[in-house]
């Protein structure tokens, strides 16, 4: 019995490590793909909308090429924990890099919309402090919304 607790305690960890970006606590590009098949699949059945936003941050290189990865990571983290904040519905994942997607289910194109300017906007706010200078937040944002029942 304690065998089997231990087994199962080992397993969470493992799919955890899996499944999570280890910089910043939100899921990996694994489990992004995972999402969009899972969605693709799940629009289809239900007939419903399946929203992908690629948010890209601007001029990060810069950061990291000037003051340096420990920075860069710090902008990373800030930019994670703000997209997370302010997207009411859906899985923000780290695909690497400066890459972020956004897997929203069943969401009326109005709705997506409204809540990627809200995103957006609370990103811009941004002055995260990075050696010398500051990052001013700002991102380039992709989004597409389908309804893939009807391809």
């Known amino acids: 019995m304690e065998r089997t607790k231990e087994l199962a305690r080992v397993n969470e960890y493992l799919e955890e490590l899996t499944f999570t970006d280890q910089l910043t606590g939100l899921p990996n590009r694994r489990f992004a793909i995972q999402q969009l098949s899972d969605g693709w699949k799940r629009s289809i059945k239900n007939k419903s909308n399946l929203a992908c936003i690629m948010v890209d941050a601007d001029n990060f290189k810069e950061v ?10 710090k902008v990373l983290k800030t930019l ?31 709705e997506i919309i409204k809540q990627t300017e809200i995103m957006r906007k609370a990103v811009e706010d941004l002055k995260i402090p990075t050696g010398d200078g500051i990052w001013q937040g700002s991102v380039s944002i992709g989004l597409k919304l389908g309804t893939l029942f009807a391809l």
């Open 64 to 73: 990291n090429d000037n003051y340096g990865h420990a920075e860069g990571d």
């Open 80 to 110: 994670a924990m703000t997209l997370k904040k302010n997207i009411a519905t859906g899985d923000v994942c780290r695909l690497g890099g400066d890459e972020f997607l956004i897997v929203c289910y069943n969401i009326a194109p109005k």
